[in-house]
């Protein structure tokens, strides 16, 4: 699969066939409006991998070279291709002119206005083991440390924020997105929990911390929250990670977060898949 970017890929110069699925009934390995785009030596993405992808790349390339013309395939994942999913797939091909990359474009573009947003807060060892986790799903990611120094080697793609005051930057948090809270001081994490909380519509408030952390701050917060409504604790996943793996190397802790953030936002809704192109007529 290639590394460049959708625009790169455009913008060469070589022919390329756009790979789309064009629907998928039964069990099949990606949804409906999944695509990918092949040229004569190079692949972007993926429509699923294993031996229908093969085909598809196939019948791609046979089209560039001009052996065929046929612009569908219509495939059955069953042990006559070795695949035994049992699904099916409308595969639909398009030769990539200025229009389809053009569509292709502003699809990307309004794709990553969409994306779930997930901010971070500290670039210790752990948000900086979060972001490049996170940096490979089709998520925004904003990574906030009042630490100059420490806002260095984060994946492309990311936005750092240098603020003294953190917290205030939960406001910025898009409705439906996520804070993770692992900064370096527990009375800041405490600060930026609370506004969170404040909340509802984010769809995942975590803490780095223990089970003691979150007695802490459950006292905490009530003693600061006096006379005011009730805070709902549940909505705080303090620790994060859950329990189950014991290991706090960093790469471990963000794997297993990410985990979790992607079951919120399941939960919440928030759009991960883009609906078919739909170019054919």
């Known amino acids: ?88 797939t409308l595969l639909r091909f398009t030769p990539v002119n200025e229009a389809v990359a053009t569509r292709l474009k502003q699809r990307l573009a309004q794709e990553n206005r969409e994306q779930p947003s997930v901010f971070i807060f500290g670039a210790g060892h752990v948000g900086k083991a979060l972001a490049s986790a996170l940096c490979l799903l089709p998520v925004s990611i904003t990574v906030i440390e009042t630490r100059k120094s420490e806002l260095h080697d984060l994946p492309d793609g990311v936005t750092p924020h240098l603020s003294a005051m953190p917290e205030a930057m939960v406001t910025s948090i898009p409705s439906g997105g996520a804070a993770i809270i692992v900064t370096h001081d527990h009375a800041l994490d405490f600060m930026i929990a609370r506004q969170a909380l404040a909340r509802p519509e984010l769809s995942y408030i975590g803490m780095i911390g223990s089970k003691t952390k979150r007695a802490t701050f459950a006292h905490w917060i009530e003693r ?28 471990i802790i963000a794997a297993l ?23 054919h007529p």
């Not at 455009?10 to 990918?36: C, H, N, Q, V, Y």
């Open 257 to 279: 977060v990410v985990a979790e953030v992607l079951h919120a936002f399941h939960r919440s809704a928030v759009p991960v898949e883009s609906p078919p192109l739909a170019f």
């Open 224 to 251: 600061e929250n006096e006379g005011e409504a009730p805070v709902d604790l549940a909505r705080l996943t303090l620790p994060i990670g859950g329990s189950e793996v014991k290991d706090k190397r960093p790469a």
């Open 1 to 88: 699969m290639s590394d460049i970017s959708l625009t790169a890929f455009l913008d060469r110069p070589d022919p390329a066939i756009l790979i789309e699925i064009e629907s998928a009934k039964g069990s099949s390995p990606r949804e409906a409006g999944t695509f990918m785009l092949v040229s004569k030596d190079r692949i972007w993405q993926t429509i699923g991998g294993g031996q229908f992808e093969y085909m598809a790349i196939d019948h791609a390339r046979a089209m560039l070279s001009g052996k065929t013309a046929a612009d569908s395939m219509d495939i059955p994942l069953g042990p006559e291709i070795g695949q035994c999913c049992g699904g099916r």
